[in-house]
């Protein structure tokens, strides 16, 4: 599968301190996406990182990208109680601009109040 | 712009019957793909439409189909339904341009459950 895998599966913080979540894919990408999905709801579009950038910046949120170890992480800085959802990866490989993404297992973040 | 939305938000079914699910990408996205969520499977790809056409398929059987329309929007059906086809069905609309920086922007997604 290519399919993606994330680390940890569940994460748990108190509020204000910083979250940080990997991701490790199996094949070259275009580019890489984080999407934040809050239970059972759509998914809501973070981040997109291209697959010749480094790093990235949007707000709280930081994501790096290391393409000779395919992996990336994410990084929630001061997070909030509202900041609590799955967090998935995912990755567009397809050379031909097609779009289909391939997701990771997604990590849980609680931020505790 | 409004956002992707997607018709009807719950669904309850039983086996055998077949259900079309539909999907309106946001103005001027000419790009629809739909996934599949389960908690056992994950987030899966279906397939993508793009100007009428479907572009790509994802590794499921010939009873989950699709189309879309002139205007963009899409349908997506499952004959025969089966109780693994319960899950959280998402559709997703991007401009389809660069493939290096195209964005997919989902839906709140169709609960579909089958009994």
């Known amino acids: 599968s290519q399919q993606g895998e994330e680390d940890p599966q569940a994460l748990s913080i108190q509020e204000g301190e910083n979250a940080t979540m990997n991701c490790s894919y199996k094949t070259s990408i275009n580019n890489l996406q984080w999407y934040r999905q809050n239970s059972g709801r759509g998914l809501v579009h973070l981040i997109l990182?291209?697959?010749?950038?480094r790093e990235k910046h949007s707000g709280r949120l930081r994501v790096t990208l290391d393409t000779s170890k395919k992996s990336s992480s994410l990084l929630i800085t001061a997070s909030r109680a509202a900041d609590t959802a799955s967090y998935f990866c995912?990755?567009?490989?397809?050379?031909?601009?097609?779009?289909?993404?391939?997701f990771g297992t997604g990590t849980r973040l609680t931020v505790i109040p | 712009k409004a956002g992707v939305t997607q018709t009807p938000r719950y669904l309850i079914k039983t086996r055998g019957q077949q259900v079309t699910l539909s999907c309106s990408p946001i103005?001027?996205?000419?790009?629809v793909s739909w996934y599949q969520q389960t908690p056992g499977q994950g987030l899966q790809f279906l397939f993508e439409y793009f100007s009428e056409t479907q572009r790509n398929k994802g590794n499921f059987p010939g009873r989950f189909s699709g189309r879309q329309f002139s205007n963009s929007r899409s349908e997506m059906n499952v004959s025969t339904l089966e109780l693994g086809d319960s899950a959280l069905y998402l559709c997703a609309s991007s401009l389809a341009g660069s493939k290096f920086t195209d964005t997919q922007y989902f839906g709140p997604g169709t609960r579909l459950t089958v009994l």
């Open positions: 995912a990755t567009k490989i397809d050379q031909t601009g097609a779009n289909n993404l391939f």
């Open positions: 990182i291209r697959s010749n950038e």
């Open positions: 103005s001027g996205h000419r790009s």
